[in-house]
């Protein structure tokens, strides 16, 4: 069975700093697709970025970047110049076959 | 569209009631997914329908929990009886066809029972 694991629990780092956040994840696949969700106070669960396995390319999405490592088996998130409104929890998802499986989350707090 | 719409957005209830939880998916999207959040475990991936059909419930917590899909537009999650370690926010996604898509959320339905 698949499953994914975020090792940092919370972190804090000041405004317009670069912060990685970590993830990694077990499968016997080869091809499936990775996700990264942010949940802000809201509650609102929404779509940060997505890679796909067969792409060596790390996916871009304007201050948002993944450190995509098959091999290794590891998706982290690197957010750029971060803001106050980054602040949010933040899911690692794998999905295989329409089932998509979350980690338990990191807590990200900009600190102005 | 109006996305995944979740009802209702709060429930309290008291140990040994019955809850329904209800979801319309979005128009199109033929997976539908039903999440449990807590600060202990995150989200857990209760049950997941493809095309009206449980194709995986095997993180349904224990018999108390069962989840229906009738047709296309409508899909409920069912405590019975609710018990105070039930209490989370209950989320349904979904997603379309053909994989690599991303899930779509709901706002949650944040549940307690006292």
């Known amino acids: 069975a698949q499953t994914v694991t975020q090792s940092q629990p919370e972190m804090s780092v000041q405004e317009a700093e670069t912060v990685t956040l970590s993830c990694t994840y077990d499968?016997?696949?080869?091809?499936?697709?990775l996700f990264w969700y942010k949940q802000p106070p809201s509650r609102q669960m929404i779509l940060v970025i997505r890679?796909?396995?067969?792409?060596?390319q790390n996916a871009t999405e304007n201050r948002f970047s993944v450190n995509f490592q098959k091999a290794a088996k590891s998706f982290s998130l690197k957010i750029s110049d971060s803001q106050l409104g980054d602040t949010a929890m933040y899911f690692c998802?794998?999905?295989?076959?329409?089932?998509?499986?979350f980690g338990k989350g990191t807590r990200l707090h900009i600190l102005p | 569209d109006a996305g995944v719409i979740q009802s209702p957005r709060h429930e309290v209830t008291e140990m040994g009631q019955e809850v329904t939880l209800r979801c319309k998916p979005i128009?199109?999207?033929?997976?539908l997914f039903w999440y449990r959040q807590t600060m202990m475990r995150g989200l857990e991936l209760l049950i997941y329908?493809?095309?009206?059909?449980?194709?995986?419930d095997s993180g349904m917590p224990e018999d108390r929990f069962s989840a229906k899909m009738p047709n296309a537009s409508f899909s409920t999650l069912k405590i019975q009886p609710s018990e105070p370690r039930d209490s989370a926010v209950y989320f349904c996604?979904?997603?379309?066809?053909?994989?690599?898509?991303?899930?779509?959320f709901g706002q949650g339905t944040r549940l307690t029972v006292v």
């Open positions: 998802a794998f999905m295989k076959r329409d089932k998509i499986i």
């Open positions: 890679q796909e396995a067969y792409k060596q």
């Open positions: 499968t016997s696949e080869n091809n499936y697709y």
């Open positions: 128009s199109g999207h033929n997976s």
């Open positions: 996604a979904s997603s379309l066809p053909g994989g690599g898509t991303e899930a779509f």
């Open positions: 329908f493809n095309n009206n059909v449980p194709i995986d």
